[in-house]
C-alpha cells in the first residue's frame, strides 16, 4: 500500500463536543454539532479524493499533519510577515488535538478501518496566507498486521 496525501483546504476545525437535546421532553439525544459535521465530511470527501478507488489500508500506519492556520486580519504588516517566517506561533484555538482528532474520526473507512491504527503521530500548527491541513498517511514497513 502507498502512501495517501492530500490537503483540506480552508480554517482548520476542532472536533466538537457531542451535544444533548432533548426530544419530546423525556429522551435525550446525542448529536454532533453542525460546524465539525461539516468539516469531517470536508475532511472526508478530500481524504477520498485521494484515494482514487484504492482500497482501505491494512495494518500500522504513521500520519503526519501540518494545520495552517489563518493570520488575523487585525494584525500589523510586520506581525504577519513574522508569523510567516515563524516567528509567531499560533497559541489560540483550535486546539492541535482537537483538530487531529476531526481529522482521524473523518478518514475512517476511507482511508483506514479505524483510527486505532495510527501508531505514529507528527503534528505541526503554525499560520499561513492559505489555511487548510496537510496529511500524509504512510503505512508502516515490515509490521505485521494487529495481532
Not at 509567531?88 to 486505532?116: C, L, M, Q, R, S
Amino acid at each position: 500500500m502507498s502512501i495517501v496525501k492530500f490537503t483540506v483546504p480552508g480554517a482548520p476545525v476542532g472536533k466538537g463536543r457531542p451535544r444533548v437535546a432533548t426530544r419530546g421532553g423525556r429522551f435525550a439525544q446525542m448529536y454532533t454539532p453542525e460546524k465539525t459535521a461539516s468539516y469531517e465530511n470536508l475532511v472526508a470527501l478530500a481524504a477520498q479524493t485521494a484515494m482514487a478507488g484504492r482500497g482501505l489500508i491494512e495494518g500500522p500506519v504513521d500520519v503526519d499533519l501540518v494545520i495552517l492556520l489563518p493570520i488575523p486580519v487585525s494584525w500589523s504588516k510586520k506581525k504577519k510577515q513574522a508569523a510567516l517566517q515563524g516567528l509567531v506561533y499560533p497559541t489560540k484555538k483550535p486546539d492541535i488535538d482537537n483538530v487531529e482528532k476531526a481529522i482521524f474520526d473523518a478518514i475512517n473507512g476511507v482511508v483506514w478501518h479505524d483510527d486505532v491504527q495510527v501508531c505514529d503521530v507528527s503534528k505541526r500548527k503554525r499560520y499561513a496566507e492559505v489555511p487548510g491541513v496537510h496529511v500524509v498517511v504512510t503505512p508502516i514497513a515490515g509490521a505485521l498486521f494487529a495481532a
